[in-house]
């Protein structure tokens, strides 16, 4: 499972899955007492998460990572969660108390380095190693990958339900179980999509988060029917043919 903290990043990459730098203001950040809440109903109801991933925007660009980082090491701790790591681009330095933190839950931090803060990703890595913290180091500066050309916020509604259902059975991302906003969806980029894209999402395609009594057999039906959404509608999925640079910077402000 992925956890959105907020799109909020000093990134503006043009080709962003998750359209992080068309986010609405409401979508930049969002609060560690909603967050604690989505994910304690999600335990309550018998949830254990295996691979749990901190993400943004920017997780280092998050203001109250540290006591995000608390709580979800009091749950691994607990049992609830097996392993934590945090995906970042690689452009800012945390404090000592996100690595003393990480090294106290076993938290893996994964760096991008997109060759815009190459020193600064190396710097992060470094100072991994000092902590003696599980890190990994994608060289994206070195072509070591690429990025899928999932659309931009223009691309057209597809209206074949075939041609959908088939995008989304051989996506890649269709097990990105994603937590943001008091929603589950089944890809990062669905929940964020429908705002940059101006489309409005199905009923099924998002599960509200929620203290209703019937929400355990709902969060069972969600995570077994797993369809295509709307979003899948304005995306070009997986394929593997439209492999493009990573992190072309569009140099918007916000
Ligand atoms: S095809 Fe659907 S599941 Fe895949 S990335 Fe696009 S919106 Fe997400």
Not at 14 to 43: H, Q, T, V, W
Not at 201 to 227: E, M, Q, T, V, W
Request: hydrophobic residues 35%; proline residues 3%.
């Amino acid at each position: 499972m992925v956890l959105c903290v907020g799109q909020a990043c000093n990134f503006k990459c043009r080709n962003c899955g998750n359209f992080a730098p068309y986010s609405p203001r409401s979508a930049l950040r969002y609060s560690i007492k909603s967050m604690e809440e989505s994910l304690d109903i999600l335990f309550s109801n018998g949830c254990k998460i295996a691979n749990f991933q901190v993400q943004g925007g920017e997780p280092f660009a998050y203001s109250e990572l540290s006591t995000l980082l608390k709580y979800l090491g009091g749950k691994k701790q607990d049992g609830k969660i097996r392993q934590i790591v945090i995906a970042t681009n690689g452009s800012i330095m945390p404090s000592d108390e996100i690595f003393v933190l990480c090294k106290r839950h076993d938290i893996e931090i994964r760096i991008s380095d997109y060759n815009i803060a190459h020193e600064k990703a190396e710097e992060i890595d470094k100072k991994c190693a000092e902590f003696g913290l599980k890190h990994i180091f994608y060289a994206f500066s070195s072509l070591q990958g690429q990025w899928y050309d999932l659309g931009g916020t223009d691309i057209k509604r597809e209206s074949d339900d075939e041609v959908v259902k088939r995008r989304f059975k051989l996506c890649d991302f269709r097990g990105c179980l994603t937590l943001e906003d008091g929603r589950l969806s089944y890809c990062s980029r669905a929940i964020n999509s429908q705002f940059a894209q101006g489309f409005t999402g199905r009923d099924g395609d998002y599960l509200i988060i929620s203290k209703r009594p019937s929400f355990r057999n709902d969060l069972r039906l969600y995570l077994a029917n797993r369809h295509f959404m709307e979003a899948c509608r304005y995306c070009n999925g997986t394929d593997h043919t439209d492999m493009i640079p990573p992190a072309v910077q569009i140099g918007m402000e916000r």
